[in-house]
């Protein structure tokens, strides 16, 4: 069930999104699969129950997508807990999907991110 969602672009990406979703392995253990479609790949990582998803160009390579599904599931979990477990669809939409735009933004666009090229740039001025 899609409890949130949001969408930078105009594509058809929510619909290949649902298809990933479809197609991630059965039972409840916790999971961190990429899947390739055209030149975007959607990572998604389960953990206790829940599934965050993400698409990203193909030269944003994993690092960066499973920070943000990371720290998005941590955001997520710590707003609704259990809850979420039972929600019906698109019920934290209104709300979550302003955090998934907020965090999207981040991870697009601020270099401090991705905290090893962070530390690299630290330590070259050291």
Sequence with gaps: TVLAEHSAAATNAGAVARQVLERLPGGGADSHVSYTQDRYVFHAKRTDGITAL?????????????????????????????????????????????????????????????????????ISQV
Excluded: W
Aim: a negative charge; charged letters at 25%; hydrophobic letters at 40%.
């Design 54 to 122: 993400c698409m990203a160009d193909d030269a944003a390579g994993r690092r960066i997508p499973f920070a943000f599904l990371e720290d998005i599931h941590g955001k997520f979990v710590k707003t609704y807990g259990r809850a979420a477990l039972t929600a019906l669809a698109y019920a934290m939409n209104d709300e979550f999907s302003r955090v998934l735009s907020q965090q999207m933004d981040y991870y697009s666009n601020d270099p401090s991110a991705d905290q090893i090229n962070r530390m690299r740039g630290e």
